[in-house]
């Protein structure tokens, strides 16, 4: 079988940040290809030199044995590349059939484009209704929508960016299964992905960036797993958090709770339906659930964010809230960390600011949670990620001592730094101990931490009490999925 | 060219006249006006309005003069600087209600209020409040008591550029120091972060920063008639709404700074006048330089990409 | 009855014209995701623009001059929201305190400071044959003058191109998500830069329009906030190009309601009428509560 993607030696920087430095991979025609690596490890920013979303600074880029230089991503996928966006780069406002024309040149045939998606919907088996209007599709739809876009464009090499991320477990199966099919069919793809299982369940060879740098390059079956991971996260031994003990004394009445609470969005869709919670002192309440099945919600409504549209929420008046997306929700990155701090309690404070005893306060939390920063006065933008999400912790620990509610708080963190901010949340301090509630994307992380799990699936909310086999992930998926 | 400058220069700083009654004079209104703007631009509501707020306050000020000519100068001045305030606050309000209930955009608004204020001014001085003898579109000249003392005697400087300074003091100290104006500043940086981490109401701030602004403009209109032209009239404002968002954008709506370019601009203007009869260049240049300015200091900090932290962008969402 | 209707109708498609013209160029640089509040800069430039080179080379030259003025003021905004990605409301504002000072200097500069009124070669309105013997509506809408005729062209044209052609797909797509466009091969600020030159050319013909075709000479100022209402339109017509005519001709009724109201005999104070089409927007905006409908990133380009 011949190389279908070659990439060798590409370098990139962005700035000052390394993003490649030397790195490989190359891929046979008509395998599924699973590239590897931690988040910033570079591997979204490789293919997407191949797809000439970018230029590389160093290195050469061959396909189908030529070598190329793409300047745009027209020219990529004039060569037949096509990749499908880990974030949708759809037009939600315009149709299936206008999404997939985007691109093109001269008058639109709005027929013979139909046609063209009628026809890859048999082929594939990805079947679409061109009329209609994106913002409607489910997101399972919506990736189908994104894989059909490039086989229209006769793409021969898939690139597939974190797919499953934003999949159900049984759609994520599916998706696998129809990668694996498409392969045996002489289609290329590469899968990029951080989760191990998905690659070995669907890869022929995996390849694995770390820093930028191939580590690993190799045929699927010669690997396993536990070398998989050295090369993923390096040589040194991680210490994961211990997990909290998991049986707790529950006469204190909780320290959060939901009784009955039903929410309402702003556009009328039921997000969440008589959740009935409680959380207690010093325990860690982990919350799973695909998105957009209720937890965004619920973690809100504990933190006090929303207000419930029926039903009652038992809080103190201040809950310390670690929200997603910390660079838009709980940071100001422009603006120096004591005005991040005093940007926490920014609604509840009266009268005169005291620039003085908010900067002692900042420096505090800055040793309190081991921030690397240089001082109170240093704008938030320029901590690195963990550094960031540390100082958010620390500053919410400090304003709320009774409970904390975090959301998917290593998102976008490498291993080493993910591992710390867990272990600042899930830490116990402070008498009573603080009730911590605790959701990721990741299943694992929440079951290493967590003393007892509830799933959120369409709306409701329940308690899954842990397996026998501590291993066994089941009960939980399957809560995720609604099939238990 | 060099004749044009020294005029200007002449004609801004070149004498005591010049500085007290020309330059400070007509800094003033530019003052007001760009502090109102600038407050507004650092929440991130785009109060293009000024204009309009500024006109309301001078029509609210003068009925106060007319009505109550009976009142004594310590409580005329008073009673008209809190008409015009209360009018141009009540002017803003109209277009902050219509953004807090409809998601009207304000930059729609505020230009289109603009533009009601301009015909009701209009209307005014050709209606109910036009001089006795009913020829010239103007109310009649304002009593002694509501004129508005001068700060030096011989100089046309007047009580409304004392109260420029010390508004510019407060806006500065509300939001530097208190709780209310970082919230103000927190909005303007991050309406989204604002309200996730930090509970702010932020409908209620911009809502409170949209009539204060409103106020500070009104109060602008108050003290150009109440200080410099002791009568209602059209084409009382020569743009300063406009001028203002120059003058408050220059000055990184910065209240110290707003001093400092609002004089700037006072003195392009005074300047500009004598530029205009002494050297025969046309004054309106001085509009095309100011223009020049704003756009040369617009790159400028797009270059630094400062400007981002402090106003917020349109978004879709407030349209 | 006829008597009444037939002026005010006419009058509404004649005040309606050169405000659609800025109008449509605005909907399309919005499409594109581009606020553009320097539209009345360009609107005046148009009009100093049509003056000048009508003087030289009579109407058609003045329409060319007007056009080519337009352009080149939204240039200017060009290079600084797609150059330097500058804000937009600001960059907006600035150009029209540019174009409006550069107009009254200009105007001043070449035709004396006391502002000498002159008069611009105007054209006449053409009746169209048969069209212009229907009953009421004829008269009103097929005895008008070349632009309004353009109009009823460009209309449906550019509707037709919007739906239909890849660029205007492009056009969509890049106020709507850029960085789907992006993915697509297309090059977002490209885009912009085209649209916001048709928008140019748009309001410099809304400009030559007023000086040739209607009132004959030049002021400073004439734009009348123009420009700003045209961004209402668009809001109005909820960023469709019919939806944007309409809304055109519903703020040319506003104004033509005055000569209706006269004819009739109500004697109320004309600043009414002029404050009329404002108000109306503000109702009109409010209760359309115009957000759903605007290109999802307008104004974060």
Known sequence: ??????????????????????????????????????????????????????????????????????????????????????????VPAMTVAENVALGGRGRVDRDAIAARIRSIGTESGLTLDPDAAVAQLPVGAQQRLEIVKALTHDARILILDEPTAVLSPKEAAELMGWLRRYADGGGTAVLITHKLRDAFSVADDITVLRRGRTVLSALRAELDEARVVRALIGDAPLTSPAPATRIFGMTAPPVLALRCVSYVDARGVTRLRDANVEVHAGEVLGVVGVEGAGQRELLRLLAGRLKPTSGRVERPDSVGFIPEDRLHDALIPALPLTENLLLAEAGRLRGLVDHAVAQARTRSVIEASDVRAEGPDTPAAS??????????????????????????????????????VLEEIARPSGEPATAVVLH????????????????????????????????????FTRAMTGTS | MTDALLALWDGAFGSSYAVWSATLVRA???????????????????????????????????????????????????????????????????????????????????????????????????????????????????????????????????????????????????????????????????????????????????????LASGALAGLGGAAEVGGVTWALYEGLSPGYGYTAIAVALLARLDPRCVVASAILFGALDAGAAAMQRDAGVPAVIVQVFVAAVVLAVLAGTQLQSAARARTATVRAEEL | MEQVLVPFLEATVRTATPLAFAALGEQVSERAGVINLGLEGTIIAGC????????????????????????????????????????????????????????????????????????????????????SAIPVLGPALFRQTLPTYLLYLLVPALAWWMRNTHAGLALRATGERAEAAAAAGLAPSHVRLAALMFSGAMGGLCGATLVLAQVGTFSEGMSAGRGFIAIAVVVLGRWSVFGTAAAALIFGAAFALQYLFQAVGWALPYQLFVAFPYVLTLVLLAVQRGRAAAPAELGRA
């Open chain 1, 383 to 420: 901590l690195s990620g963990g550094n960031q999400q540390k100082f958010v912790v620390g500053r919410e620990r400090q304003l709320a001592g009774a409970a904390l509610v975090a959301e998917n708080p290593t998102r976008g963190l490498d291993l080493r730094a993910a591992a710390r």
């Open chain 3, 48 to 131: 100093l623009g049509a003056l000048v080179a009508s003087g030289v080379g009579g109407p058609v030259a003045g329409f060319a001059g007007g056009i080519a003025a337009g352009i080149l003021i939204t240039a200017v905004f060009a290079i600084f929201v797609v150059g330097l990605r500058t804000d937009q409301i600001i960059a907006g504002t600035a150009v029209t305190m540019l174009g409006l000072g550069l107009t009254g200097a200009l105007y001043r500069g070449l035709y004396g400071v006391a502002g000498a009124s002159l008069n611009a070669p105007t054209i006449a309105p053409i009746a169209i044959p048969g069209f």
């Open chain 1, 440 to 475: 990721s994307s990741d299943l694992d992380e929440v079951l290493s931490v967590a003393s007892r799990v509830v799933v959120c699936f369409n709306g409701t909310v329940r308690e899954v009490p842990w397996p026998v086999d501590p291993t066994d992930r089941t009960p």
């Open chain 1, 1 to 90: 079988m011949g190389e279908a993607l070659a990439l060798e030696g590409i370098g990139r920087a962005f700035g000052r940040t390394i993003a490649l430095d030397g790195a490989s991979c190359v891929v046979r025609a008509g395998t599924v290809h699973a590239l590897l690596g931690e988040n910033g490890a570079g591997k979204t920013t490789l293919m997407r030199i191949a797809f000439g979303m970018l230029t590389a600074d160093s290195g050469s880029l061959r396909v189908q044995g030529a070598e190329v230089r793409f300047t745009s991503s027209r020219e990529a996928i004039a060569r037949g590349i096509g990749m499908v966006h880990q974030h949708f780069m759809l």
């Open chain 2, 28 to 210: 003033t209104p530019l003052l007001l006006v760009g502090l109102a703007v600038a407050l507004a631009f650092r929440a991130g509501v785009l109060n293009i309005g000024a204009e309009g707020q500024l006109i309301v306050g001078a029509i609210a000020a003068t009925v106060m003069a007319l009505a109550f000519d009976g009142l004594p100068r310590v409580l005329m001045v008073p009673a008209m600087a809190i008409a015009g305030a209360l009018a141009g606050a009540s002017w803003a309000g109209i277009a902050a209600w219509l953004r807090r209930r409809f998601g009207v955009l304000e930059v729609i608004s505020t230009i289109m209020l603009n533009f009601v204020a301009l015909a009701l001014v209009s209307w005014v001085v050709r209606g109910p409040l036009q001089e006795p003898s009913r020829i010239y579109p103007q109310s009649p000249t304002f009593g002694e008591a509501a004129r508005w003392p001068f700060l030096i005697s011989g100089q046309r400087l007047h009580l409304g550029f004392a109260l420029g300074i010390v508004l510019a003091i407060a806006s500065w100290f509300w939001l530097a120091r208190t709780a209310s104006g970082l919230r103000v500043r927190l909005v303007g940086a991050s309406a989204r972060a604002a309200e996730s981490a930090g509970g702010v109401d932020v409908a209620r701030t911009t809502f409170v920063v949209f």
